[in-house]
T-cell receptor, first 112, second 117 residues
Framework: AQSVAQPEDQVNVAEGNPLTVKCTYS??????LFWYVQYPNRGLQFLLK??????LVKGSYGFEAEFNKSQTSFHLKKPSALVSDSALYFC??????????FGKGTMLLVSP | NAGVTQTPKFQVLKTGQSMTLQCAQD?????MSWYRQDPGMGLRLIHY???????DQGEVPNGYNVSRSTTEDFPLRLLSAAPSQTSVYFC????????????????FGNGTRLTVT
């Protein structure tokens, strides 16, 4: 079965510092990977996805993610964190033609 | 465009009661789905639909029914509510049912917070 793991419940970073939110995956076949963000009392919003091609994927709000096949990882990164980036981040994998399996989420807290 | 609209925002039920969570989208999306979000468990897929008249089960379908009579609407029915169904429910839609396509990012509603006592 396709799955993703987010090993950190929470990540703390100071504003202006780079941030990384980790995700590892387990799939049979080609991995199709996604990142979503959830702000308080809202639904999830799409950030970026990896389907094929360049290992560095750029997405919304200055976020990017690095696909690493040998380490089966798809970490979310941003060079300079903003307080407004504080939110819950979900990694997901396409587990079937029309289904996504989400990780448990990582809370990102950016301090001023 | 309103996007994905979920009603109600909040609901409290007693064990054994039934109710329907409404979901409507105005983007002519082919694909619609229901997830539940529980602390420490992320989002889990309940049911999904790849088009009007077609529904399928996700990871946690027990206790829930769905139907898709129109492209726009995808209601979720709880026939006999149980405390284990206390959760936040999200409806999501996508233009394409192929969730790796360029037209397939999921668009989420703002959720329904359900408490079953």
């Amino acid at each position: 079965a396709q799955s993703v793991a987010q090993p950190e419940d929470q990540v703390n970073v100071a504003e202006g510092n780079p941030l990384t939110v980790k995700c590892t995956y387990s799939v049979s076949g080609n991995p199709y990977l996604f990142w979503y963000v959830q702000y308080p009392n809202r639904g999830l919003q799409f950030l970026l996805k990896y389907i094929t091609g360049d290992n560095l994927v750029k997405g919304s709000y200055g976020f990017e993610a690095e696909f690493n096949k040998s380490q089966t990882s798809f970490h979310l990164k941003k060079p300079s964190a903003l307080v407004s980036d504080s939110a819950l981040y979900f990694c997901a994998v396409r587990s079937g033609y029309s289904t996504l399996t989400f990780g448990k989420g990582t809370m990102l807290l950016v301090s001023p | 465009n309103a996007g994905v609209t979920q009603t109600p925002k909040f609901q409290v039920l007693k064990t054994g009661q039934s109710m329907t969570l409404q979901c409507a989208q105005d983007m002519n999306h082919e694909y619609m789905s229901w997830y539940r979000q529980d602390p420490g468990m992320g989002l889990r897929l309940i049911h999904y639909s790849v088009g009007a008249g077609i529904t399928d089960q996700g990871e946690v379908p027990n206790g829930y029914n769905v139907s898709r009579s129109t492209t726009e609407d995808f209601p979720l029915r709880l026939l006999s509510a149980a405390p284990s169904q206390t959760s936040v429910y999200f409806c999501a839609s996508s233009y394409s049912a192929d969730l790796k396509s360029n037209n397939s990012p999921l668009h989420f509603g703002n959720g329904t917070r359900l408490t079953v006592t």
